[in-house]
């Protein structure tokens, strides 16, 4: 068996509603094993997943890494989708607790394995960088809330001069295009309620916009590509294709906008292997790295924009266009410095941890995930 595939996306985000999770769509909840890990910063919760993650891997299993929008280099969660495994960082801001505890769902505590005493001697320091962290947050997520009354603008300026109609038929093209992908290939079924999966491709972190967008393509064959300056309006167009197809029968994942967490960026129809995504400001996706991508079909929203109405806006549509990118930017170096301050706070952690009681621990853990995956087999 050779290397699994390696899919990344991001279960939760720093979003203009502040932090949003779409956590409960890592893995269903009548899953194989649910181990939910907690612990202080520091502890090796990330590393501990990531080890597993990797030994899956290479051993031939397909891995999901559920990254973590506020530390670029660390996982919020590891999925196994073929065993029906998962691992979860329980901590705030995303706090899992088991919903079937036992029988699916169980707690892995790394603070068994840390020195109390060592840990209690920088209890104020603790509470005080923890406070810091707190508060950065809540400033990040009101440039974000700032951000989002003027992307409300900006949107309104397109809303007005763009034609409806011509977005209306957009959309029924795509969704009849791909039905009838759907009827050659005989996958339309009514037999039982179609899955749709909802997650995020993309997020602010500290280091700015990022995406693995390249993994969660990856095996796709077809991809409908939404372009256009209303941005707001292709999300729409995603959004209605996505409802459409799910209604038709078909599994759907939904990767949802990291600034508007109720708006669709993607969808991605596994059946099928076709994808519709709009495109999505800030984020460099070059189409032609996409593993196994035979056919993209462009759908120009700029098409149906009427020039006259946007000129009348010209002045205004940049003004908020610099003012969104100014609040975006502040709401970043916010994100980027509440990171700062959590890795300070790691400091107090890291030297009162037991890593090689830790490593054992991790080591039992993945012993027991090889003999769900042997059972399965």
């Keep these: 068996m050779g290397k699994g595939k390696l899919k990344k996306v991001f279960p939760g985000g720093n979003t203009c509603r502040g932090f949003f999770s779409y956590y409960d769509h890592i893995i269903k909840p009548d899953a194989t094993r649910i181990l939910v890990i907690k ?27 559920h990254c973590c929008s506020s530390d670029n280099g ?42 109390e005493d060592k840990m209690r001697e920088n209890k104020e320091a603790i509470l005080k960088s923890n406070a810091r962290v707190g508060r950065l947050f809540k400033i990040a997520y009101s440039q974000l809330a700032e951000a989002r009354v003027i992307k ?9 001069a763009i034609n409806m109609a011509g977005v209306h038929g957009i959309i029924h093209s795509i969704a009849e295009d791909i039905l009838e992908d759907v009827m050659e290939e005989g996958k339309l079924q009514f037999e039982k309620e179609p899955k749709d999966r909802h997650l995020f491709a993309t997020a602010f972190t500290p280091q700015g916009q990022a995406h693995f967008l390249e993994t ?25 294709v996505a409802k459409a197809i799910h209604m038709h029968g078909l599994d759907t994942e939904v990767y949802h906008c990291a600034f508007e967490p109720t708006a669709v960026d993607l969808v991605v129809i ?30 120009d929203l700029n098409q149906y924009l009427v020039p006259e109405i946007l000129a009348v806006y010209d002045k205004e549509i940049k003004c908020a266009g610099e003012r969104l990118n100014a609040a975006l930017c502040r709401a970043v170096s916010y994100i980027a410095a509440a990171k700062a ?9 890291i030297p009162a941890m037991d890593f090689e009681a830790i490593n054992a621990k991790r080591d039992e853990i993945l012993a027991r995930i090889l003999k769900y995956a042997e059972a399965l087999k």
């Design 270 to 299: 596994p059946a099928l292997k076709i994808a519709v995504m709009k495109d999505i400001p800030g984020i460099n996706l070059k189409i032609q790295d996409i593993p196994g991508l035979k056919k993209v079909k462009i759908k």
């Design 216 to 240: 969660v393509l990856d095996g796709v064959k077809k991809l409908y590509f939404v372009t256009g300056e209303a941005s707001a309006i292709g999300s729409q167009v995603v959004g209605t």
């Design 39 to 65: 612990g202080g910063p520091g502890v090796g919760k990330s590393t501990f997943m990531r080890y597993i993650g990797e030994q899956m891997l290479d051993l031939g299993y397909d891995v999901e890494y």
């Design 152 to 160: 409300d603008e900006l949107d309104s300026y397109y809303a007005e």
């Design 341 to 349: 301050e959590h890795d300070v706070m790691e400091q107090y952690y």
């Design 74 to 115: 660390s996982l919020d969660g590891v999925c196994i989708p073929a065993i029906g495994v998962a691992l979860l960082d329980g901590t705030a801001p995303h706090v899992v607790d088991p919903k079937n505890p036992g029988a699916v769902d169980e707690i892995i505590h790394l603070g068994d394995f840390w020195n």
